[in-house]
């Protein structure tokens, strides 16, 4: 059976076939390895007799290894020579044969009416010739990799350069050796190298130089924060680190012309036994005298700042209308050739180059990263011009983007073969009153189809829209740090922001309206590039409801405090603050971590305030009352995981776990408020239920007329994502988790989280999933089937496989979800 003819014309439409076919192939890795060679497949390093702490990580030195074994993933799998493996190159080499005579062939017809066109006339254009398609093979074999086949070339390679490499880290004398061992599956070895390394080489002086008079006012400086250390090994990258120290140190002085040439080394064994005495140089400038035909020194100069002009232009400065301003004190003169106006305020903050002022290099890239972050500019340059008295003019030019853009986009929803559809109009505004304030505006609707939660699931007949919700959100963005600006070193960030955040949401259903009014501020902090800190000190949120009497008549009937507290007027007045480490590198095609945990705090200072000033409780819920409705009073923590896993170009495996826990406290503690309560399901989470369907733990409703929610929440995720075309994305997953309660509820009797029980309250779903990457957006279509579901009655098992065709039916139905983006 040829595997290649299998997958001939229908490769994009069965991964799944290929994906059983790499672990048919895994067992054969030696496929393409020749009776004369070897699979190179572990690589091992050892050092021997170390009796002392070393300068550099053993990794280091994996990283100059010549060659190296395939890649493996998932442990010790070989994916991708398990991929090149598919093919076969007698295959390929046919196929080659025949396309490439079908593109000869129709180059020779190209070739004879483009000669007819420059017979006519040789200004006409002409046609392209055609060229040859990679065959299936190929196009796999680009995705694979070829077997590492051990070679005593490379061996030796790499053996010269971890010498060299010991050599450089103040081991001069150090012995490399390798050696073979054979594995138990045919013609697979194992290639170890054994470094006896020599005595390493200290570092026994330091002596700094210099002649020039400004720099030596420095010297004591550089030499009290150098690295070099005596007494330690030497290691000549520290000359590196050293030299590009130095060379910052002065250009952030007034050195404006000063680099790293200037620094120089002398290094002296002097016949000490295993140390080095060193000399560390700077030199001055050398210039050629064309009088005397030899080179003489000049001193280095400090510059200072005279003034700063900043160049606000279109893309055509032509017939524009210039208006100049200026920050006399900080010499800043604006040339705006723009018809949009900016504050002055905000060139006087962003650039912290000022007149009078030595020039900083430090400062002039403060500036650029801080005129670049308020999203106000498409790009920014700054360079200087050197004029008279060792001065600089430092010259700005601005390229503003553009200030206002409207959007607007419907999604079409399915809940249960329930349809509806959704929809949002979005306005923002990047410089609302001209110092780079923002303003985002949207108003969201939808109209759905939804089961009154006073009919059962086989009862409810609906098939008019019979919910609506409606709402306005507002975000305003400050740039600076409101009320706390001049605190500590807050006024050197680099992108300090507030953000003002408020929504008016209304849900209208035939069981209840359901309103919602929402504040917050908060300020963002970006302590580095990769970390985030959100800290919102306010939040505030009401939520009215007014239940239809049926279903009041319904809720007082079930005689449940959980169900009575999420249908019941509240008030959340708290705070939010979370934690975010983002390691994504969109450049580079490399493992990353992504972190983000998110604290939540509400009605614990209102209700430690109304305990000591000994405020009446309402006698009717035992509880205090904030603007005269009970309060919401608890903690939330929540955690989200995540690993991005690269396996070739364009694909990747991301795995994600994610977890949280809200604990109710004493003024509302029957359960947290409904919008702050987990829940899984939705084309975000377990894919093969519906959102608010799973749960809690392995309770099942046959009516399904409460949403699922609960007070814990553990989640996890694998997504496998590939290229399909240059457009489509494929996507296989596997989702488990679920949610639980704290508590013992009369209702859900399975519900409440046991540690026991837990593992096999998880549900387990896997799918298959389409993404359409439209540039601006991604489309995503993601098709699921419950593989476990722990709702199932007691008599039977929860696996898909060990259930009969009418249990399949109901609790394993496919499940489809539309959503826009990845899932995480």
Not at 468 to 489: Q, S, V
Request: charged fraction near 25%; charge should be positive; aromatic fraction near 14%.
């Amino acid at each position: 059976m040829n595997i290649e003819r299998i997958l001939k014309y229908k490769f994009s439409n069965n991964f799944i076939l290929i994906i059983l076919l790499f672990f048919l192939n895994s067992c054969n890795l030696c496929k393409y390895v020749a009776d004369d060679e070897l699979l190179l497949r572990k690589e091992n390093i050892e050092i021997l007799d170390l009796n002392y702490s070393v300068n550099f990580q053993e990794e280091e030195l994996f990283e100059l290894l010549n060659q190296k074994p395939n890649l493996e993933i998932l442990s010790n799998y070989n994916f991708h020579l398990s991929l090149y493996n598919l093919t076969s190159q007698k295959r390929i080499d046919n196929k080659v044969i025949k396309k490439q005579s079908k593109i000869d062939i129709a180059n020779k017809k190209i070739n004879f009416k483009n000669e007819k066109i420059l017979s006519i006339d040789s200004t006409l254009p002409i046609k392209t010739l055609k060229t040859r398609k990679l065959v299936l093979g190929e196009r796999i074999r680009n995705k694979g990799e070829p077997p590492v086949i051990y070679s005593p070339l490379k061996t030796n390679r790499s053996k010269e350069q971890i010498k060299t490499f010991l050599f450089n880290k103040g081991f001069f004398n150090s012995t490399v050796l390798d050696s073979i061992f054979y594995l138990k599956k045919k013609k697979q070895i194992e290639l170890r190298y054994y470094i006896k390394l020599g005595n390493p080489t200290f570092l026994n002086s330091v002596e700094y130089k210099c002649d020039d008079e400004l720099i030596l006012n420095y010297l004591d400086t550089i030499e009290s924060t150098s690295s070099f250390k005596k007494g330690e090994i030497f290691d000549t990258d520290l000359l590196v680190f050293e030299r590009n120290r130095i060379n910052d140190f002065l250009r952030n002085r007034g050195f404006y012309f000063f680099n790293k040439e200037f620094i120089y080394f002398d290094i002296d064994s002097n016949n000490l036994s295993n140390c080095i005495d060193l000399t560390l140089g700077i030199q001055n400038y050398k210039k050629l005298d064309s009088t005397i035909n030899n080179f003489h020194e000049l001193n280095h100069k400090q510059f200072t700042i005279n003034k700063v002009n900043v160049y606000i232009k279109t893309n055509q400065n032509l017939g524009s209308n210039l208006s100049i301003d200026s920050i006399s004190k900080s010499g800043i003169y604006i040339y705006n050739y723009n018809p949009i106006s900016f504050k002055k305020k905000i060139f006087n903050k962003s650039i912290r180059l000022k007149k009078g002022d030595l020039y900083t290099n430090e400062l002039a890239q403060n500036s650029y990263k801080r005129l670049i972050s308020l999203g106000l500019f498409k790009y920014v340059t700054i360079s200087f011009d050197t004029i008279a008295n060792n001065s600089l003019n430092s010259n700005i030019e601005l390229a503003p983007s553009k200030v206002q853009n409207f959007s607007f986009s419907v999604d079409g929803t399915n809940k249960d073969r329930l349809l509806g559809v959704l929809g949002s109009l979005n306005y923002t505004h990047n410089n609302l009153f001209h110092g780079g304030e923002k303003l985002l505006l949207s108003l969201k609707g939808s109209f759905e189809i939804q089961m009154l939660l006073t009919e059962n699931r086989q009862s409810s007949s609906s098939i008019r829209p019979n919910t609506t919700e409606f709402g306005p959100e507002f975000h305003f963005i400050l740039p600076k740090y409101f009320l706390i600006n001049r605190l500590g070193g807050f006024k050197n960030h680099i992108n300090p922001l507030t953000e003002f955040t408020g929504a008016y949401n209304i849900q209208n259903r035939p069981d209840f309206y359901r309103k919602n009014q929402e504040l917050s501020f908060g300020w963002v902090f970006h302590e580095r590039k990769k970390i985030t800190w959100h800290i919102n000190p306010l939040l505030i949120s009401l939520v009215d409801f007014n239940l239809d009497s049926t279903f009041r008549s319904l809720i007082n009937t079930l005689d449940n405090e959980y169900i009575l507290a999420s249908f019941q007027d509240h008030v959340v007045a708290g705070g939010v603050f979370s934690f975010e480490f983002n390691g994504q590198d969109l450049n580079h095609n490399s493992n990353s971590f992504y972190l983000k945990s998110t604290f939540e705090s509400a009605g614990g200072s209102l209700f430690r305030f109304h305990e000591l000033s000994n405020k009446e409780k309402n006698i009717s819920s035992n509880s205090y009352d904030f603007l005269g409705i009970r309060y919401a009073h608890f903690q939330k923590l929540t955690l989200d995981l995540r690993y991005y896993q690269p396996i070739f170009d364009r694909s990747k495996i991301v795995y994600r776990l994610y977890s949280g826990i809200g604990i109710p406290r004493k003024n509302l503690i029957q359960a947290l408020p409904f919008e702050k309560s987990f829940f899984a399901g939705g084309s975000n989470s377990l894919r093969a239920w519906r959102a608010r369907s799973l749960g809690p733990g392995s309770f099942y409703d046959s009516n399904q007329r409460f949403d699922k929610i609960g007070d814990i929440k553990f989640e996890g995720n694998i997504e496998t994502r590939f290229p399909i075309t240059e457009l489509v994305e494929g996507a296989l997953f596997v989702d488990f988790g679920n949610v639980w309660l704290m508590g013992f509820d009369s209702l859900r009797p399975k519900g409440k989280f046991n540690w026991k029980t837990s593992i096999n309250d998880l549900a387990v779903g896997a799918g298959f999933g389409l993404r359409f990457n439209f540039e601006f957006f991604i489309l995503r279509a993601d098709l699921a089937i419950p593989i476990k579901n722990p709702s199932l009655p007691d008599n039977n098992n929860s696996w898909i496989f060990n259930s009969n065709r009418n249990l399949r039916k109901e609790f394993f139905p496919l499940q489809l979800n539309l959503g826009i983006g990845y899932p995480f």
